[in-house]
């Protein structure tokens, strides 16, 4: 009698190769097994799945920040004294851990719905743990230096809301196909019901998302309010260095309705426009008075600042990326700035028939224009020849004694104390905008509201439909190619498409969980035998790789001991294959 291994076919699988190969490095055939993850193994997979999760919010976060680049990039100037755009870095590991993290998850997922073992490779684990850290370490720095900016997630909410909410019922639905197969088997657990539980409590908390937020720009379009006007904060501080004629001029060129300036109070009592404390950043007063580098810019007087050269920091820096931009006698003109005073930036406003927003940094107590101050600003605004009018007042302090310019603050106040100190407009940052009371609330009351910084078009659309008259933007450029919200919707069609949208996808959901009983039904009603043999019987033999074929003769319990009787029981062998 003669013993033999039964043949053994395997149909080639590329692409369960490259997943198993990518993700575990089990390249080979034997290297796999269709046999339930250790815990450990879905362990590792849970840490997968927090760090998408996690890196998902830290991406998105950076996305919406982009609004606030510049101010970022400006407080890690004051702590480290060095200006570098800082975002770069940040933006470019960013990318590159989503990107891998991503393709991990998408890997393992594969690696469920085709049955296959969990086993990431450890070089993988490495990389997963490293990606975690960082982007933790991350949140943590992000709180220390930027805390506030985390109220942006928020405020972006209230335009993408709807979009995420679509994408988020997508994931869910598709995520159906994986609990059914895993849900519906022969030997149910409580493990599988809860599994099953825990699914539809998010597929319904995804279905009524909607419920739980608002959108300024879901409105009807007769209500919509006029476009905001745009001023410009700094001028145009992407284009030309900041707080200099040259990017007021640019500024004004783009179609601002006012300029906004950051001032300060020289030595001998001379305004002049300058954001930083010392003047190192945007002056090269570290080679003209390397020993005064670190100074008070208040401390120098008006001559010394006079000296001093405004725009070749720009050029040579390319803080916004934009000096490749420039024309070559852009860059001329502003490699020979210097420093502006408020008369120049008033004179300015005058003849292009603009008004001026003055953010005045008050003197040190030791500074001998301490007490005189407000004086010195209100002379250079005679000087001049701007009407009053047209300059809006920032400071809290000694209001009762500038009388004649318009008053405004940056502070939320209520309707009383507005009129308590003789305010007439507010200056409020985005984050405020969207705190009780409502915008709409002090136009009501004729108090005009100004929100700044709004440099993103997702911003400003949303400030628009929310009725903010004004917006202060470092990127005029960038609004001026805005003439309408960038999306628009009523409430009635909102809310069919968030019906329907819910309806397709809970039908999609159902039919899943049918169509997954259905097969599983009728894999469990099949004999074993019988799939192989249709199997082999399907295909031909050019599909068919045949890797190992054995016959044992192990015992010749017949007397079988011929060359000729081997071969007999041989070929039968062949014709029942």
């Not at 960082?134 to 979009?163: C, H, K, N, Y």
């Not at 598709?174 to 030997?187: C, D, H």
Request: aromatic letters at 12%; hydrophobic letters at 45%.
């Amino acid at each position: 009698m003669v013993k033999h291994q039964p043949l053994q076919v395997y149909e080639k699988q590329v692409f369960v190769s490259f997943v198993t190969g990518i993700y575990g490095c089990r390249w080979k055939r034997y290297q796999r097994s269709q046999d339930d993850s250790s815990r450990w193994e879905c362990t590792w997979f849970i840490i997968l799945c927090s760090s998408f999760l996690l890196l998902l919010f830290w991406a998105y976060f950076w996305v919406v920040a982009q609004n606030d680049f510049n101010e970022f990039n400006w407080l890690v100037y004051n702590r480290s004294g060095e200006w570098r755009d800082e975002t770069i870095p940040i933006l470019a590991s960013t990318t590159v851990g989503f990107s891998y993290i991503s393709f991990l998850l998408i890997l393992a997922i594969f690696h469920i719905s085709l049955g296959q073992q969990l086993n990431l490779y450890w070089v993988h684990k490495i990389g997963v743990l490293a990606t975690l850290l960082s982007t933790i370490s991350g949140l943590v720095s992000v709180d220390d230096i930027w805390r506030d900016e985390w109220d942006i997630m928020l405020v972006s909410l209230q335009s993408t809301a709807p979009f995420l909410h679509i994408g988020a019922l997508a994931m869910v639905t598709a995520l159906s196909w994986l609990v059914a197969g895993y849900v519906i088997r022969s030997q149910r657990s409580n493990f599988q019901m809860m599994v099953l539980l825990i699914y539809i409590i998010i597929l319904l908390a995804v279905c009524l998302a909607p419920l739980t937020f608002s959108c300024p720009c879901i409105i009807d379009r007769h209500n919509l309010k006029p476009r905001p006007d745009v001023i410009g904060r700094r001028g145009a501080p992407m284009l030309a260095p900041e707080n200099t004629l040259v990017s007021f001029n640019r500024a004004l060129q783009h179609g601002v309705s006012s300029l906004e300036a950051d001032i300060t109070i020289s030595l001998d009592g001379v305004p002049f426009l300058m954001r930083d404390r010392t003047l190192r950043r945007t002056t090269d007063v570290s080679k003209v008075f390397p020993a005064r580098q670190f100074d008070d810019a208040s401390f120098f007087s008006w001559t010394e600042i006079r000296s001093l050269n405004a725009g070749q920091w720009f050029l040579e820096s390319d803080p916004y990326w934009t000096v490749k931009t420039l024309t070559a006698k852009d860059q001329s003109r502003i490699g020979n700035q210097t420093v502006c005073s408020l008369v120049e930036m008033l004179r300015l406003a005058a003849r292009a028939n603009s008004s001026a927003l003055l953010n005045i940094c008050r003197p040190p107590p030791e500074h001998p224009r301490y007490r005189s101050w407000f004086m010195d600003t209100l002379w250079a605004v005679q000087k001049a020849g701007i009407s009053q009018k047209r300059v809006t007042w920032t400071p809290d302090s000694d209001r009762g004694r500038v009388r004649g310019l318009q008053q405004t603050t940056n502070e939320k106040l209520s309707m009383k104390e507005i009129r308590q100190r003789g305010i007439t407009s507010l200056t409020l940052h985005y984050i405020l905008t969207f705190i009780f009371p409502s915008p709409r609330e002090y136009l009501a009351n004729n108090v005009s509201v100004t929100v700044y910084p709004v440099n993103e078009p997702w911003l400003y659309s949303i400030l628009w439909c929310s009725g903010v008259p004004s917006v202060s933007s470092d990127a005029p450029q960038v609004l001026r190619k805005v003439p309408y919200p960038i999306w628009l919707m009523s409430q009635n069609a909102y809310n069919f498409i968030w019906i329907t949208s819910d309806l397709v996808s809970l039908a999609i959901v159902i039919g899943i969980f049918g169509f997954q009983k259905w097969r599983m039904s009728g894999i469990q009603n099949y004999n074993p035998e019988q799939i192989m043999l249709s199997a082999v019987a399907r295909r031909s033999s050019r599909d068919i790789n045949i890797m190992k074929e054995k016959l044992i003769l192990s015992e010749l319990n017949n007397g079988l001991s011929s060359t000729e009787e081997c071969t007999t029981t041989a070929e039968r062998s062949w014709m029942f294959i």
